[in-house]
């Protein structure tokens, strides 16, 4: 692989989007179609974090070849971010999609909460450059427990997004290599 300087990238602005479930990714990822739909304020420190679990190997023997084979056992992965503004469509992504919404105007919070299933979409800018995670399908959910660290920042939710197969795909999530903002 040879050295590419402008393949490097440095997030100057991005955006986390919801869609339908199998909702296409648009081909301009800068102004999304109508389907998609900002989440909200998000944190300036925290942007992204990918985790994942499973993926262990194994490794399978014979009497004659004691490393004959490996085998992978399957890998989920999650993506994860703080979400930094409280309306309802934002709490009811922290605390469930099944999250009641009272007479009185508060937002009761179930026993046994339900994730938003939906496309999700986050888009980061670079100068002149835009880089992307896409998942037709995902869950998402409290990713961690509330905190509100003082009285100088900004609360948070944070949230989790566990992108999930497709219809036919034979991938969760899909990546966008870094490419110029103009389609």
Known sequence: MALNNAATLVVNDGNYLTAPEGTALPADL????????????TSLE??????????????????????????????????????QQFDRAALKLYFGSNAV???????????TPQPTRCAFLAVFIDASNVFA????????????????PDAESLAGLPLSVTPLVYGGNTWAYAVTPLGDVTP
Do not use: C
């Open 101 to 111: 919404e009272n007479a009185d105007g508060t937002l009761g919070v179930p026993q």
């Open 30 to 41: 800068t102004a999304p179609e109508v389907d998609w739909e900002n989440v909200g304020h």
């Open 133 to 148: 995670f896409y998942a037709p399908s995902a869950e998402i959910l409290r990713g961690d427990d509330l905190s509100v």
């Open 46 to 83: 925290e942007i992204l974090a990918l985790s994942s679990e499973g993926g262990e190997q194994t490794v399978l023997g014979t009497l004659q070849a004691k490393s004959l084979r490996t085998t992978y056992s399957p890998r989920t992965e999650a993506m994860t971010f703080t979400l």
